[in-house]
């Protein structure tokens, strides 16, 4: 990683020491350019489905400058963020020749963001990702196609939240929760459709038996969907392409059918967090954080509107160490969000400590076990919730270079029970050190207990919009 972008913190994580965050390596590289006097426009367009083009601005080392080649790995991070959390499947490049010539290798078939360019072809369903460099003057302009989505909470509902571990569902009359439950699963590992399909199936009817009618089905579902449908998912990571085209791309869609042909509505379970905490706070311009089974996000913009951003933080770089953990089921990329805002991470903590597990443990029983030993004994493993409080910090401060945010809210298994309140105060308490503007600026949420672990279901059932 080039020098520039590896800059120790000031309140570096009690078991992480190593770790440089992206957030520090970005603004140091900003700040060197600016200081050199010779600074020259670097910006990117990313153009995504319907038209939609994300613009981001920032500065380069010209050609000949000593510090030039450091423009190589900030470029690609800052392209690797905005993949993920904007999407995109064609990206312009205004700038230094050798920056655009070293995207269009990294995110070629066969260069080290191979596996980038291949999923952002596929979700937008093109040929090939595309990478081309052009003059400032002829980048194209913004165009955003975000709306309005959710708040509907007349009639009968059910909300099903789909996660990694567990399957939650709400039955809500009139907004008023009725019913709710959550039931463990295991989808990442089972390739047979049936088992997913009759997995959602169950929850509903475990929801319907409490509603003496259903109007409508809101779904919250890890993975990338556009019009309900699923174009990728962890959760189905197992079922076969074929399978996965005839019998799970529609899974959600074909609810309607199977229920009478009521409304569905699917969103990604990011913007369904960001819309619960709009929800509850009457706010906006909210990023909502899922840390569960993996890391899920999403955005409710300052209209109070779902943008259709990606928002998959999950892949979004938050650490610059070249030693950073390394992301080897999909994109084999290092330091990346899922690997420090979710279970794994906190696995991979406790096991840095020791930390007994039972051998045959599943990772969601491996965290309640974390969890039920810190409610006991806190000790030692508090350091592993200061350490994920450290990582929110300045994951925040990252995220707020690329969103306008005024409140975070803070869901998932992950901030359940004790640490979670641990980690909330520790990721204040480092943003006032290293940010105190951003510090003050944005406001941390953690929800009580059952918001955390079974609001997404309740948000959910509000997406449809019933007719008359």
């Known amino acids: ?10 309140a570096p994580p009690p078991l992480d020491p190593g770790f440089r965050p992206a957030y520090l390596g970005n603004r140091n590289f900003e700040a060197a350019c600016a200081r050199s006097g010779a600074a020259v426009p670097l910006a990117f367009a990313l ?49 230094p020749k050798s920056v655009a010539l070293h995207l269009a290798r990294a995110y070629s078939a066969r260069g080290s963001r191979s596996f980038d360019a291949k999923f952002m072809a596929g979700v937008y369903e093109k040929k090939a990702f595309v990478v ?39 039955a809500v009359i009139n907004g008023e929760e009725v019913f709710s439950a959550e039931t463990v699963w295991n989808p990442k590992t089972e390739a047979d459709p049936r088992y997913h399909i009759e997995g959602v199936n169950d929850s509903i009817r475990q929801a319907a038996a409490h509603l003496p009618r259903i109007d409508a089905i809101g779904v919250s579902s890890a993975g990338v969907y556009v019009d309900g449908r699923c174009m990728v998912a962890s959760l189905f990571r197992k079922v076969p392409p074929r399978l996965f085209e005839k019998r799970i791309k529609d899974i959600y869609k074909n609810l309607s059918q199977a229920w009478g042909g009521v409304p569905v509505a699917v969103a990604n379970d990011g913007d369904v967090t960001a819309l619960a905490g709009a929800m509850s706070l009457g706010e906006h311009s909210v990023l909502g954080l899922a840390m569960g089974t993996s890391q899920a996000a999403g955005y409710v913009d300052k209209r109070g509107f779902i943008t259709g951003w990606l928002n998959e933080l999950a892949f979004a770089p938050v650490d610059y160490q070249d030693a950073a953990p390394q992301d080897k089921e999909w994109s084999k990329d290092r330091g990346t969000g899922a690997l420090y805002f979710s279970q794994d991470a906190v696995l991979r903590l406790a096991s840095g400590l020791g930390f007994p597990f039972k051998k045959d443990a599943s990772p969601a029983e491996k965290l309640k076990a974390v969890q039920d030993e810190f409610r006991r004994r806190p000790g030692g493993l508090s350091k592993i919730y200061k350490t994920m409080g450290t990582y929110l910090a300045y994951g925040i401060l990252q995220y707020a270079r690329f969103y306008d945010i ?63």
């Open 132 to 170: 081309r460099r052009l003059p400032l003057a002829a980048l194209p302009r913004p165009k955003e196609n975000s709306k309005a989505v959710g708040r509907h909470l007349d009639g009968c509902r059910i909300g099903f939240d789909a996660g990694g571990s567990d399957r939650k569902v709400a």
């Open 47 to 95: 153009e995504a489905a319907a038209g939609a083009v994300t613009r981001f601005e920032t500065l380069a080392f010209p050609e000949k400058h000593p510090l030039s080649a450091e423009n190589l790995a900030y470029a690609e991070r800052v392209v690797k963020f905005l993949l993920w959390s904007r999407g995109g499947w064609k990206l312009s490049v205004a700038g």
């Open 406 to 468: 005024k409140h975070v809210l803070l869901l998932g298994r992950v901030c359940s029970g004790k640490g979670g309140p641990i980690m909330l105060e520790t990721a204040r308490a480092v943003m006032a050190l290293e940010d105190p503007r951003s510090a003050k600026n944005i406001r941390l949420h953690l929800p009580d207990e059952s918001t955390r672990r079974l609001g997404q279901a309740v948000v959910a059932a509000s997406l449809p919009m019933v007719k008359p």
């Open 1 to 10: 990683m080039a020098s520039l972008l590896q800059v120790v913190p000031k």
